[in-house]
């Protein structure tokens, strides 16, 4: 285990490398610059671009720059946005809490009906729900993401007017932040019907979250309950006169669950993805807006650090998972 | 009375038109009787014990004009009046220990589960009497072994395990699916002597789906003899050993090696089992019968008496009374 745990960090270390160099490549190689950005359209003075990229430090050519960035970050220093002056880190955490609510609720609706519809799908196999399930979910996986949420918002907020159109939360309420999860603070403030406002907010970008996550955890646990239901030990479950629902549940799901487990974690890369576009069109005050935000504006230090620290997440919960790995199935935690 | 008894038996894979897998098979199980059943893979040996068992799953059809055991139908019963006979009175032994036993739980847990189930056994009462079934086992250290997990196990500790579950329930019948099959040969006597050891302790009945006609020598009171799904031959062990009526089982006991001693090559019945699609008319050995005679290829002969055993022949071997 020990030796298992060294070599993935070792492996980090190129990655962290491979994905600073990339970021800086990438923005800088959008057309425009910051400065061009923040003076507006027409046209730039020369003589004040100039002073602008030098204060920056952007007249420079891209080596140093590139080192003076890692060099930076070798002391734990993110930058600050160029817009905002404020710290990149500090943002980062005071946005972070609206995505990861977001994902934890499109998690939370992809696992539980993702599972569900998989082992149904799986015990009814070759019937119409099963292929009923499997074209939904192909579909599912097919749809581009903002055109299902726009989609999405014009027939239940704006025909039906079930839900609201975008934000976390109704301008009615002023909800102070505490833990940064709306859900949460709602439920300690002391204003009336707010936890049920945040819930409907939270509701339709969860769904379009949701939805890859959801057509991809469905089919996998179909394919893998259907492998698992062939086994020995399945047979040996029913020959002990356990009943059904032990059989496929307790038998049966445990271990359909392990390469389950593996695809969840990956989702988890496609969810903060997914986040980007999800939160820019429901206006969600997320990392993901925030992202695009900083790309339009040239915001190198938020674009480089922003996903610098989405990588690092995507990493350290794919690691999380091969652990859980290990948990879920005792024959990979009893190697070494 | 006996305590098991199959008539008419019939598996079918598809629909009620399918070549049955299991050909209106009659058996009859005694109370603490040892019963082998023998044939070649495919003649439908473990079917007919699945369909016993009720783990023929879907297409499979089972049909029976009656499948009683200690005096219930299970044919009538329904499906939670049967789970609570399946696993406790009547009980299977699979082939291949090292798939049978979930990866995912411990042995202990695998145990505990069947005495929950059937005993409503659980706590320290329920640990205690899984730590005595794996001392009946002859497990050694069977404490730890209780929370070992199943890749921690060696194939023979593996089906050891799967018979402390098997007897759990003190079952009346004991039905042992080529329970040596995958093991290794120094380890096949061993938990053959475990059983046989068992069904005496218990007083059950064993019935030995086997390939081993040394061992339904050694261990059985009577065997079935299976081919293509039917019976073919039913006697008592020394009896049909000694004087086969049917040439296929004449054919089965000459293919042991140790009859063939001395000579150039093992002694083997040409052809291969009738497939689907093949079968024949008349009894379903005559295309590869020695003895085959006109009426074999048009008539299909029933399961009846003869001098030592209840044989499907027209043309009985061996049938001067001694």
Redesign the interface.
């Known amino acids: 285990m020990f030796s298992f745990i060294a070599r993935r960090v070792g492996l980090l270390i190129p990655t962290f490398f491979g994905i600073t160099l990339l970021t800086f490549a990438l923005i800088r190689l959008i057309p425009g610059d910051p400065v061009e950005v923040m003076m507006g359209e027409r046209r730039v003075d020369p003589e004040m671009h100039a002073q602008a990229m030098e204060r920056l430090g952007l007249n420079k050519p891209l080596y140093a720059q590139y080192i003076d960035y890692v060099g930076k970050l070798a002391h734990g220093d993110l930058g600050e946005s160029l817009r905002t002056r404020t710290s990149v880190w500090s943002e980062f955490t005071s946005l972070f809490p609206a995505t990861l609510e977001l994902s934890i609720a499109a998690l939370i609706f992809a696992g539980i009906l993702g599972l569900l519809a998989g082992v149904i799908a799986a015990l009814k196999r070759g019937s119409l729900f099963d292929h009923g399930v499997m074209g939904i979910s192909l579909a599912g996986y097919s749809m581009p993401i903002f055109w299902w949420g726009l989609i999405l918002i014009m027939f239940f907020s704006v025909s039906l007017g079930w839900t609201p159109v975008s934000g976390r939360i109704d301008l009615l309420y002023d909800i102070p932040p505490k833990t940064g999860f709306m859900l949460i603070d709602t439920l300690l403030s002391d204003e009336e019907g707010s936890f049920m406002d945040a819930l409907r907010h939270l509701i339709l970008p969860a769904i379009v979250l949701g939805t890859i996550p959801l057509a991809v955890i469905a089919r996998m646990t179909r394919s893998s309950m259907l492998e698992v239901l062939r ?3 399945v ?10 629902a032990r059989v496929v549940f307790v ?1 049966g799901l ?2 359909a669950l392990i390469p389950v487990l593996t695809v969840f974690g990956l989702q988890v890369g496609t969810l903060l993805a997914g986040a980007v576009l999800t939160e820019t069109i429901f206006s969600w005050p997320g990392i993901g807006k925030w992202l695009i935000e900083a790309i339009g504006a040239r915001d190198y230090p938020v674009v480089q650090n922003g996903i610098l620290l989405i990588a690092c997440l995507v990493i350290l919960v794919n690691f999380v998972v091969d652990i859980l790995y290990g948990f ?4 990979i935690r ?1 190697q070494r | 009375m006996s305590l098991l008894n199959i008539k008419n038996l019939n598996v079918r894979f598809g629909d009620a038109t399918a070549t049955p897998v299991v050909d209106g098979l009659d058996l009859a199980v005694d109370k603490g009787e040892v019963l082998a059943i023998v044939g070649e893979s495919g003649s439908g040996k473990s079917v007919t014990m699945m369909a016993l068992m009720g783990l023929i799953e879907h297409p499979g059809i089972v049909t029976a004009d009656a499948l009683v055991f200690d005096g219930k139908d299970m044919l009538t019963l329904n499906a939670r009046q049967r789970r609570k006979i399946v696993g406790k009175d009547m009980s299977m032994v699979f082939q291949d220990p090292m798939t049978a036993l979930n990866p995912s739980y411990t042995v202990g847990f695998q145990i505990k589960e069947v005495l929950k189930q059937h005993l409503g056994l659980s706590g320290r009462a329920a640990h205690q009497r899984a730590l005595e079934l794996l001392q009946k086992v002859e497990i050694p250290g069977a404490a730890q072994r209780l929370d070992a997990y199943p890749h921690q196990l060696s194939g023979g500790m593996s089906q050891r395990v799967a018979i402390a579950m098997a007897i759990a329930g003190e079952p009346k019948l004991l039905i042992a699916d080529e329970p040596t099959t995958a093991l290794d040969v120094t380890i096949q006597a061993q938990i053959m002597d475990l059983l046989l050891a068992l069904q005496k302790e218990q007083d059950m009945a064993l019935v030995l789906i086997t390939h081993d006609l040394a061992v339904v020598a050694e261990t059985a009171q009577r065997v079935c003899v299976m081919y293509a799904g039917q019976a073919v031959e039913v006697g008592q062990v020394p009896g049909l050993f000694d004087v086969p009526a049917h040439p296929y089982s004449e054919a089965l006991l000459a293919a042991i090696p140790e009859h063939s001693m001395g000579a150039a090559r093992l002694s083997t019945l040409p052809g291969i089992v009738p497939g689907r699609y093949d079968r024949p008319s008349g009894c379903l050995l005559s295309p590869r019968c020695p003895y085959v005679q006109d009426k074999c290829r048009q008539q299909r002969p029933g399961l009846d008496p003869k001098a030592h055993s209840l044989a499907r022949c027209f043309f009985p071997l061996n049938q001067e009374v001694a």
């Open positions: 086994e020995d030990y047979r040996t479950a029913r020959a002990k006169g356990l009943s059904p038998h445990r271990n879920a199935n005792p024959r009893h």
